[in-house]
């Protein structure tokens, strides 16, 4: 095996969804949805599989199908107030996670550190390895141990992160709202951030895959519009989780030219072109998602007011239980310390050497219930740090988190 590929042989996806496959759990496991997806998507998808327009079933241009290039232009101009050129400022990739791939191969070469923060979305690291690069961690931690623990008393050092900077930084990857915390980083955390890359000459890879997904009172705040940061950050979307359709794997990156510039030469090389059908789809969702934007019916807007419901739901059960939930303001996913219910889990019979994986592997087997062990968010010095925790995902029909609360409660 390569060395660039030592530690990468394997994720904790490939082990986790093997798992559900075989012992079929309810599964708050792997992050998506379980319900439909806005009518209008799938819709305006069937319509171009079906339709009269044949070229929508051909390759189309390769850094963006142009109705959707145009209406990201639009969407993101919008929002981060300055005019993004849809022709070398917007790229539209296999998913977010191949606009994090040519984001890090595009631009971390041998020698360049770059900073992950912990716990960080898995694939961060193998990419930064792939590339010949150094991953150097820092760990978010909970500054609170009694009372409601919320996602924000999560947090970073400030000391610390300054000193994990240095002439071969290259580059530090945010991911906000995150998974798994479903921290939003504050817009005083994000200048923190920001002065350290300005200072040090840093890229910021700006994970924001989801954006719309934020709950009241909180506000998601793009690292790219503080001032100075434009130049230096390459903002990352998904319309997977933006239109509840992950499996459609259509993502994008935007930023200014001469950092996408990168990316169009990785993705040129390697995936060229991505599927048509979908891009057409989702840039007719956005075009109706602009026109109501703000308005009540606007998706963009109300999953977040459905999803928080469920948010609250999940934590209740999960209290009641006797875990205790770091409440989340963003995102998907909620972590709990699942410490308290040691006694009635036979962590034996799971050989894993972190007591997380034991925690998750033993409920998927014998309780049927499927998280996710957060240490795989974690480099190997750091993976403790995650043991007494696990990871759901409530982005689910309420009947099948009624069910997760049903199995957890005959359990106990
Ligand atoms: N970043 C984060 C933080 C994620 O949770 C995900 C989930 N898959 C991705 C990137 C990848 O998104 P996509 O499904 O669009 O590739
Ligand atoms: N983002 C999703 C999660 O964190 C899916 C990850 C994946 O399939 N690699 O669960």
Redesign the pocket.
Known sequence: LPAKFAGSET?V?EEF?QLAIENKPLNL????PDFAAPQHVTKALADIVTGENVLLQQYTRGYGHPRLVAVLSKLYSKLVSREINPHNEVIVTAGA?EALYNSILGHVTSGDEVILIEPF???YEPMVKLAGGTPVYIPLRPTKTSGTILSSDWKLDPEELAGKFNKNTKAIILNTPH??LGKVFTVEELNTIADLCKKWNVLCISDE?YEWLVFKPYKHVRICTLPGMWERTISIGSGGKTFSV?GWKTGWAYGPAELLRNLFIVHQNSINSCNTPTQEAIAQGLELELGRFGQPGCYLQSLAVELEKKRDFAAKFLREVGMIPVIPEGGY?MIADWSPLAGKVKLEQETDKYMDYRFAKWMTKNIKLQG?PPSAFYCTEHKNLAENYIRY?FIKKDENLQKAEDILKKWI
């Open positions: 994720t996806w969804i496991g792997q992050g998506f996670y979305f898995d694939c998974n798994p895959v992950t996913f996710i995902c």
